[in-house]
Structure formats: structure tokens, C-alpha cells
């Protein structure tokens, strides 16, 4: 998704499809109750991000590139949440 995420022009809509399809994959799993509603209140389209759809897609893709920069470490290791929203770039 990051990859092409700059060259997305539907961003907003591939990231919601991805959302769901992340929610979706838990679903009959032991894992379901924690990836259901995961993504609900991520509201793409905010006017926060911008008043265009163009102004939106710029501020995600910083987000997206923003993620996966982090250097998380390896998982197993870390004994509290690696992962906090990096609100300086936006």
C-alpha cells in the first residue's frame, strides 16, 4: 500500500478497502473480537487531513511513510505498544 500509495489518486478509498479487508481477516478467528471495530474511528476523509481529496492523499502518504520509517525493533522483545501515531507529521 505504500509503495503506491503517492500515486493513489483513490487513497482514501483503497485505504478504507484495506481497513476492512484487515477486519475482515480475523473473522471465525480467535483473534476476531480484537480486529473487529479496529479501524472505526480512522476517518480518512476529515477535513483535518485537508479540503481536497489531493490535499488528504499528501497527508496520508506522509502518514504511511511516516509508519514505515519507524524503527519498531523486533515485536517480540517489547514490552509496551511499539507503534503510537506520529502526530509531528501531520
Known sequence: ???RAASDENLT???QRVFLNIERSAQ???SEDDFKGLFEDVNVNSNRLGSTVRQRNEKLVKLLDG???MQ???FCINTIDALVTPTSIL
Open 28 to 30: 471465525g478467528a480467535v
Open 72 to 74: 519498531l525493533g523486533d
Open 13 to 15: 478509498e483503497s485505504l
Open 1 to 3: 500500500m505504500r509503495k
Open 67 to 69: 509508519i514505515g520509517d
